[in-house]
């Protein structure tokens, strides 16, 4: 572990990393029960009954949950799923209630010790990570409501629980990332991208939402009441507040997915089907998912789906009319509808057993693209990638989505076009070829995606911040663009002391 590429520009300055490496180097310990400000350290029960107890107005605030210093735990969490940036923090929480998260951000607040929330880690470079607090949100995974009217649930609730549950009511949720073992807070604060194209963004299906600010309030806030805070919340990159709640759209599922595989090889006639499909909007579901190169060039393969019920099974021929390819070369798919939902997890599981996937290093690169501009870039990076570019457990995806559909301002996207309202999401899932850490192979993939970043934005394109490259402020700056000035207003409102989620260098 130690040998991690560790990445520099979390935003912390050179004052915090001391501190909190005087933190860190407090090794194994029982649980925490207070904070000395005089030596910048936190005290473990066993000094507090040793004698060392005598804190009054430092200890901790009383807890549902439980706080860990211990350095498996802190190790446990130092680390995400790309394995490029590590950095142990200074304490675990665990919380057992909003009221946890809200007390002890007001405790780091006081000392200035930054704070992140930690879903699945399914990030891949260090936006989640911090020297500083880390709140597993993983505790806070309760259903409270399932109904017509939409889903409360905790932030730590993953999408695949949410789903499994809904499905019981006849409802699933309004969109689903590809792989469901997300949560639904860390998703939320990326924005998310479902499989389906014309609904918008998963932030585009949340009613309401309880935040705990980086000030330490809870708010409850929806368009309607705290908008501000609700809108820099949904994309907001954890900037403003942590997500403790919220509240999804549901919708009734039908029992059955038909999907139709399209497989191309040349671009051109890749990007005419996929816009026919789309633009006729008849079917649930379309996205694309790139075979890697052997020796062969990349194959295309169109994943179109429309769901049913066995009553009333789809019409075929009409749906694949007119396509560039003849529908018996089009592979037919019946599942029920949750093997179908969890299609993409059945793969993840599978490379976890066949390539160890959880331990592979992961330079993901991810970029929105306007219609006018994704075929020629599309078609020119492919051409270029080489096995090594997408490795042992990578992929190659491409979402696609009515612009129109997805309102949340900080939710950065290409510009609106005239002449098509079609955004694609392309995901370069680059993942190392062996387990374990791989500094140099980090090192050349960041720049790849550099290079290719630099490509797009020249075309219109906006980096959707899951993946990993190296972005400065002024990168930032950029991304937001005009909105930069309103984002930067609502972080002084909500987190005038920028504690929150540091991993991603904003501000
Ligand atoms: C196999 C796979 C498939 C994927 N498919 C899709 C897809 O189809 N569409 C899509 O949009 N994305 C997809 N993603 C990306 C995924 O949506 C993001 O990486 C998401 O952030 C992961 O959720 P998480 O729970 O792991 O979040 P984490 O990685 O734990 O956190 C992400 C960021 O959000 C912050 N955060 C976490 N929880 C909260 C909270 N409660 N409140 C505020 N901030 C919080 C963290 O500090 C961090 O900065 C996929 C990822 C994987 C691994």
Not at 55 to 76: A, K, V
Not at 253 to 261: D, N, Q
Not at 330 to 336: E, G, L, R, T
Request: with cysteine; glycine share 10%; proline share 7%.
């Amino acid at each position: 572990m130690g040998s991690f590429m560790t990445r520099s520009g979390n935003g912390d300055s050179p004052i915090a990393l001391k501190r909190r490496g005087a933190l860190a180097a407090i090794a194994a310990g029982a649980l925490v029960v207070g904070f000395d400000p005089s030596s910048k350290r936190w005290i473990r029960e066993a000094e507090a009954s040793g004698g060392c107890g005598g804190f009054p107005g430092w200890g901790l605030p009383q807890l549902d949950g439980t706080l860990h210093l211990d350095l498996p735990t802190r190790t446990g969490d130092s680390n995400d799923n790309g394995l490029i940036v590590q950095k142990v923090p200074a304490a675990v929480l665990r919380p057992g209630s909003t009221n946890d998260v809200k007390k002890m951000v007001r405790f780091c607040r006081q000392y200035g010790i930054k704070v992140s929330a930690r879903g699945q880690h399914h990030t891949v470079f260090g936006q989640g990570l911090t020297t500083g607090l880390i709140i597993e949100t993983q505790t806070l995974n309760t259903i409270h409501s399932i109904g017509p009217d939409g889903a409360e649930v905790d932030g730590g609730v993953l999408w695949k629980d949410l789903l499994i549950e809904s499905l019981q009511q006849g409802l699933r949720p309004r969109g689903l990332t590809g792989y469901t073992g997300l949560s639904i807070g860390g998703t939320l604060s990326v924005g998310g991208c479902p499989l389906s194209n014309d609904q918008g963004g998963l932030a585009d299906h949340v009613q309401s939402l309880t935040i705990v600010t980086g000030k330490g309030n809870i708010v409850e806030c929806s368009d309607c009441d705290h908008a501000d805070l609700f809108e820099a919340a949904l994309g907001g990159l954890g900037q403003c507040g942590i997500i403790t709640r919220a509240k999804v759209d549901l919708v009734p599922a039908l029992p059955m997915a038909r999907t139709y595989l399209l497989h191309h090889v040349d671009n051109a006639l890749f990007f005419e089907d996929l816009r026919t499909l789309l633009d006729r909007g008849e079917l649930d579901e379309i996205y694309n998912v790139c075979v890697p190169p052997g020796l062969a060039p990349f194959v295309y393969q169109i994943n179109a789906t429309v769901f049913f019920d066995p009553a009333e099974p789809p019409d075929d021929d009409y749906l694949l009319r007119e396509l560039n390819l003849p529908p018996e070369a089009v592979v037919v798919v019946d599942q029920p509808y949750l093997d179908y939902a969890l299609f993409v997890d059945y793969q993840i599981e599978a490379l976890r057993q066949s390539v160890d996937w959880d331990h592979l290093v992961k330079p993901w690169f991810d970029v929105w693209m306007p219609d006018s501009t994704v075929e020629p870039f599309v078609g020119e990076t492919l051409a270029n990638l080489t096995p090594v570019d997408v490795g042992a457990g990578g992929f190659v995806l491409i979402l696609c989505q009515r612009r129109s559909a997805m309102k949340r301002p900080f939710y950065r996207l290409p510009d609106p076009e005239c002449g098509s309202d079609w955004i694609f999401l392309y995901d370069i899932l680059t993942s190392s070829m062996v387990p374990g850490p791989d500094p140099a192979f980090a090192a050349q993939m960041l720049d790849r995606n550099r290079d290719l970043f630099e490509a797009a934005r020249d075309l219109g394109g906006v980096r959707y911040p899951i993946g990993a490259m190296d972005f400065s402020h002024w990168d930032w700056v950029a991304h937001y663009g005009n909105r930069w000035h309103s984002f930067r207003q609502r972080k002084q409102k909500y987190d005038p002391d920028k504690i929150l989620t540091p991993g991603l260098n904003i501000f």
